[in-house]
């Protein structure tokens, strides 16, 4: 009797760790689908209901469309065009249950829109302001087609509310968070390789995620100890490797070999999908390692690039150095070869970064 309950127990832990492994077998690839969805939003506006979708709401969108393509062809992100035409989709409703065209629309309606956005959507500020943003630049485009001849957000601006403090980890939290021992099944030790080496390199140099999924295996030089990166408007900036991600780096690389599919170029490898990995993959695959680490505090992938610029920041004092490696909007794309030479970069990372001692050794560097 004693015996069949243990038995019993046993089978009812090996069916419970037997779901978990799914599970995060199943994130990837669930993920990898909703980002596709995402992206193409704007293309067939799968925002609109189909209640909406009339032809007046047709025929507002139609130059909603015709302008996120030229965007397209000018290489903005699909997340940028994804998020221009939510903003665009919503004053498009309003503007059809106000029977109003984009000609009429005035600041006095603008401003009822965007009340009504925020008082009763409950829409965060910030997230007004980027739909005011998209709104913006879409009558600019209205005005140079000769289609509109006012822009109604001219003059027109929210209060804005302080900025908050971004979130930051200590030094030791993400020693525990990178440090941790390997996982004891096969399949996960294969992932935490992998996902050591995107931790490794999201904090090492302070990329945004969706930087990071963008990387291909060319962008990096293991040699040199630099990895280049394309950033927001297309911009391009090069930025020193630290030798802990490199060496995680160069664990993870013959199990990618073994994962991808059709030759995908991408550096960073869906292990069931076998192509590139999406940024929701690596927020989910965050969240697992930190709770693997014990770790209580919230982990995202920014915050990791949170804890990059502060780190550095607090190790140098060098504020335009920091901002040549973080890539933010009024550095130039050419930074590279001006303001801040790489060499440069180079040193202040030396001193600064605690895991990124910028020297050159052979074979693995761990």
Same mark, same amino acid.
């Given at each position: 009797?004693?015996?069949?309950?243990?038995?019993?127990?046993?089978?009812?832990?090996?069916?419970?760790?037997?779901?978990?492994?799914?599970?995060?077998?199943?994130?990837?690839?669930?993920?990898?689908?909703?980002?596709?969805?995402?992206?193409?939003?704007?293309?067939?506006?799968?925002?609109?209901?189909?209640?909406?979708?009339?032809?007046?709401?047709?025929?507002?969108?139609?130059?909603?469309?015709?302008?996120?393509?030229?965007?397209?062809?000018?290489?903005?992100?699909?997340?940028?065009?994804?998020?221009?035409?939510?903003?665009?989709?919503?004053?498009?409703?309003?503007?059809?249950?106000?029977?109003?065209?984009?000609?009429?629309?005035?600041?006095?309606?603008?401003?009822?829109?965007?009340?009504?956005?925020?008082?009763?959507?409950?829409?965060?500020?910030?997230?007004?302001?980027?739909?005011?943003?998209?709104?913006?630049?879409?009558?600019?485009?209205?005005?140079?087609?000769?289609?509109?001849?006012?822009?109604?957000?001219?003059?027109?601006?929210?209060?804005?509310?302080?900025?908050?403090?971004?979130?930051?980890?200590?030094?030791?939290?993400?020693?525990?968070?990178?440090?941790?021992?390997?996982?004891?099944?096969?399949?996960?030790?294969?992932?935490?390789?992998?996902?050591?080496?995107?931790?490794?390199? !999201?904090?090492? =140099? *302070?990329?945004?995620?969706?930087?990071?999924?963008? /990387?291909?295996? +060319? &962008? @990096?030089?293991?040699?040199?100890?630099?990895?280049?990166?394309?950033?927001?408007?297309?911009?391009?900036?090069?930025?020193?490797?630290?030798?802990?991600?490199?060496?995680?780096?160069?664990?993870?690389?013959?199990?990618?070999?073994?994962?991808?599919?059709?030759?995908?170029?991408?550096?960073?490898?869906?292990?069931?999908?076998?192509?590139?990995?999406?940024?929701?993959?690596?927020?989910?695959?965050?969240?697992?390692?930190?709770?693997?680490?014990?770790?209580?505090?919230?982990?995202?992938?920014?915050?990791?690039?949170?804890?990059?610029?502060?780190?550095? !920041?607090?190790? =140098? *004092?060098?504020?335009?150095?920091?901002?040549?490696? /973080?890539?933010? +909007? &009024? @550095?130039?794309?050419?930074?590279?070869?001006?303001?801040?030479?790489?060499?440069?970069?180079?040193?202040?990372?030396?001193?600064?970064?605690?895991?990124?001692?910028?020297?050159?050794?052979?074979?693995?560097?761990?």
């Amino acid at each position: 009797m004693v015996m069949s309950r243990k038995r019993a127990s046993h089978n009812k832990v090996q069916r419970r760790t037997s779901q978990k492994q799914d599970l995060d077998k199943e994130v990837e690839q669930e993920a990898a689908l909703v980002a596709d969805e995402a992206s193409q939003a704007w293309r067939s506006g799968s925002l609109s209901t189909s209640k909406e979708a009339d032809a007046a709401l047709r025929d507002l969108l139609s130059p909603v469309h015709r302008w996120l393509n030229t965007l397209s062809v000018r290489n903005h992100s699909e997340h940028t065009l994804t998020a221009y035409f939510a903003g665009l989709n919503q004053l498009a409703l309003f503007l059809r249950g106000k029977r109003l065209t984009w000609t009429r629309c005035d600041k006095r309606q603008l401003a009822q829109h965007i009340s009504q956005r925020l008082d009763e959507d409950k829409l965060a500020l910030a997230s007004v302001q980027q739909e005011l943003s998209a709104i913006r630049h879409f009558y600019g485009w209205l005005i140079e087609e000769g289609i509109a001849r006012i822009n109604p957000t001219t003059g027109y601006q929210l209060k804005r509310s302080a900025r908050p403090l971004p979130s930051i980890a200590d030094v030791d939290l993400l020693t525990q968070l990178l440090e941790q021992e390997m996982p004891d099944t096969p399949e996960q030790a294969r992932l935490w390789l992998r996902d050591k080496a995107m931790f490794e390199l !999201l904090y090492s =140099s *302070g990329l945004r995620v969706g930087e990071l999924v963008a /990387l291909d295996v +060319s &962008d @990096i030089d293991l040699s040199d100890l630099r990895v280049r990166v394309t950033g927001k408007g297309n911009k391009t900036r090069l930025l020193p490797l630290g030798r802990k991600a490199a060496g995680a780096i160069r664990r993870y690389l013959p199990h990618r070999e073994l994962w991808v599919e059709q030759m995908d170029a991408a550096l960073f490898i869906s292990e069931k999908l076998g192509t590139r990995l999406s940024t929701r993959a690596v927020q989910q695959r965050l969240k697992v390692a930190a709770a693997r680490a014990g770790i209580a505090q919230n982990m995202y992938p920014h915050l990791l690039r949170h804890c990059f610029a502060s780190h550095m !920041l607090s190790g =140098s *004092g060098d504020l335009r150095a920091v901002q040549e490696m /973080l890539g933010h +909007s &009024d @550095i130039s794309t050419t930074q590279i070869y001006t303001h801040v030479d790489f060499a440069k970069l180079t040193q202040v990372y030396d001193r600064a970064h605690p895991r990124a001692t910028h020297t050159q050794v052979d074979g693995d560097t761990e």
